[in-house]
């Protein structure tokens, strides 16, 4: 079965611009989350959507990052604009979120987002 | 949910048992303990997770007292790829709402 898919494995840009990240869960998963991970912060959580709704976005850091969920196969993650401190790995994980403990994530590859 | 402590390193022989531990003292009596490990550059990983019980699947073993105070993860024969970030969590979260610390970074050494 494929894994969390993400694209762009790598994504370099200058300040300013829009960075738009990609993520297919796994098909069948109805919980996605958006983790950041830096060296200074780790791992934070950014954002959940359970059933394409988004639960808790208290993690996302200011008003230039935004995510969508249009549908169960897909979610993307925009910043706008982009700042140098943006600057970090982004992981999507989805998770079978119907029956009992629902900890067990499903993590993507990550994307590699660096802002000049 | 409640707060974790592990040790910010260890190092560990290849063959023989790593043992991380994991102090999570205010521990609530619905929260559940939840291991994840992160291999350089990948995404991070489920290990294994419990309540009360003992816990062991083709991982990892993860031993929690009664008192529910502390836990630890055993590998039963660490190999050079078991070298990793590894992140003890308690949460009740029926969401899957993870919040991960520093976690403890095991080096398996030849």
């Known amino acids: 079965d494929a894994g969390v898919i993400q694209s762009p494995r790598h994504e370099v840009t200058e300040m300013g611009q829009e960075v738009t990240l990609r993520c297919k869960p796994i098909s069948g998963h109805n919980s996605l989350f958006w983790y950041r991970q830096t060296m200074m912060r780790g791992l934070e959580l950014l954002i959940y959507?359970?059933?394409?709704?988004?639960?808790?976005d208290s993690g996302m850091p200011e008003d230039r990052f935004s995510a969508k969920m249009p549908n169960a196969s897909f979610s993307t993650l925009k910043i706008q604009p982009s700042e140098p401190r943006d600057s970090a790995v982004y992981f999507c994980a989805s998770s079978p979120s119907d029956r009992g403990p629902t900890g067990e994530l499903f993590f993507g590859e990550g994307s590699r987002l660096t802002v000049l | 949910d409640a707060k974790t402590t592990q040790p910010p390193s260890m190092d560990c022989a290849e063959g023989r048992a790593a043992n991380l531990p994991c102090n999570h003292s205010t521990i609530s009596g619905n929260e559940y303990v939840y291991w994840y490990r992160q291999i350089h550059s990948q995404g991070p990983q489920y290990i294994i997770h419990?309540?009360?019980n003992n816990e062991t699947n083709e991982m990892a073993s993860l031993i929690i007292t009664e008192d529910r105070k502390s836990s630890t993860l055993i590998l039963p024969h660490a190999t050079l790829r078991d070298t990793a970030v590894y992140y003890c969590i308690v949460t009740s979260s029926n969401t899957g709402k993870l919040i991960f610390g520093q976690g403890t970074t095991l080096q398996v050494k030849p």
């Open positions: 959507f359970n059933n394409n709704v988004p639960i808790d």
């Open positions: 419990g309540l009360k």
